[in-house]
């Protein structure tokens, strides 16, 4: 269960079980110090993908197993209801209120409750119904569009831009900003947090550039998706190196590194008629050495480049492990609670909880609490 510390201590909140984002929200607000409880089903679904002890999402979490299906589960849950701040769910749009747990019916209990509802397409609109998955709302909102190169189908990192970026986090702030809302005037609300609005959300610095002249509709033709001095590449080794060095005196750096600075080809930076060929110039450069060589000769620079590492990876390096990125616990990788805060720093989050592991003591502490 969550340690109690960090900013959000004494904040209470009840989960819904699900997948995706709905969780990793959950996960989030617990590892800042909340107490999610999460409603289990007394037995594990057909559906999706059950981790058992290795679902990260659920650490710090308690968890309660209820029937749903019957009038006790259903009231258990609302006298739950009446003791949280904020309630998430990610069910299709009507199950809760099927079930007599919609936004009706738990705002009737406790007024000041900020009741989530996470889904792809939303709670209405001509798709609100429709099965999905995190490509589909982010190919649908135009935020997959530019993740691709030209002439290669668009590809986003799994699950991070639609159920996380666009989805958990959205959630995240929507629930939170409800609860401020509810402390100053009593009363609580519904948020509806959809991928498809998050995730488009997500490209208004685009949509900023785009509108300035400095993004094409066409992909590999833009400051962010074309350049040979923003892209990555395959190293002698077969390992990747990322570059970024999108301002003038950082491309400097750059080419003086990779001593190129001597060759004019490279002197007409945002010259995206030049890029294509300056692309396979750097490849072929960047093939002749390993990417371990690479990091020695750049590293310390201000050439904006960072190697493409796994998560394993990740966790060795140096600078991660300065700062504590990555733990193991549960006999799993897992990354450290996000942001970090001065004042009321989050502990170590708590482990990963047994389906039904609290249900004889989640009410009653919470009746308990004032």
């Known amino acids: 269960m969550s340690t109690g510390k960090g900013p959000l201590a004494g904040l209470r909140v009840v989960e819904m079980a699900g997948i995706g984002p709905g969780p990793f929200c959950g996960m989030l607000l617990a590892d800042l110090g909340a107490d999610v409880v999460v409603v289990d089903r007394v037995q594990a679904s057909a559906d999706g993908i059950d981790l058992g002890p290795h679902a990260i999402s659920r650490r710090g979490k308690r968890s309660v197993a209820v ?8 009231a258990t849950v609302l006298e739950l209801v009446a003791h949280c701040d904020a ?11 099927r079930l007599g747990l919609g936004p ?3 705002l009737a209990r406790n007024r000041r409750l900020v009741y989530g509802r996470m889904t792809g397409w939303g709670q209405h609109g001509p798709l609100s119904h429709a099965a999905g998955h995190d490509i589909n709302y982010i190919a649908l909102s135009g935020a997959l569009w530019y993740a691709g190169q ?12 639609g159920d996380i970026g666009g989805g958990a ?25 959809a991928i498809v609005d998050g995730s488009a959300h997500m490209t208004s610095l685009l949509l900023g550039l785009q509108a300035a002249g400095q993004m094409q509709p066409a992909r590999g033709r833009s400051l962010l998706d074309g350049p040979h001095w923003y892209n990555t590449y395959r190293c002698a080794d077969g390992h990747y190196l990322s570059v970024g060095a999108l301002e003038p005196k950082f491309y400097g750096q750059l080419r003086d590194k990779l001593g190129l600075i001597g060759d004019p080809a490279y002197d007409r930076q945002y010259d995206h008629g030049a890029w294509p060929a300056l692309r396979e110039r750097l490849a072929a450069l960047f093939a002749t050495r390993d990417r371990d060589a690479w990091c020695r000769l750049l590293e310390g620079s201000d050439a904006c480049f960072a190697p493409v590492l796994t998560p ?24 450290s609670p996000a942001p970090r805060f001065s004042a009321t720093p989050a502990g170590t989050p708590g482990a990963i909880p047994a389906r039904g592991e ?8 919470w009746q308990r609490r004032p």
């Open 358 to 365: 609290h249900t004889g003591t989640v009410l009653a502490d």
């Open 169 to 193: 986090m959205y959630l995240a702030v929507g629930l939170l900003a409800g609860v401020m809302s509810a402390r100053a005037t009593g009363q609580g609300q519904v948020v509806d947090a």
């Open 312 to 335: 394993e990876e990740a966790a060795a390096h140096p600078h991660m492990q300065a700062r504590g990125v990555y733990f193991h616990a549960d006999g799993a990788l897992q990354a």
């Open 104 to 106: 009706d019916a738990c």
């Open 87 to 97: 309630l998430v769910e990610g069910m299709r749009p009507g199950v809760m209120e």
């Open 150 to 161: 030209p002439g290669e189908a668009p590809m986003a990192p799994p699950s991070l831009v």
């Open 67 to 74: 029937d749903l299906k019957t009038p006790e589960g259903v």
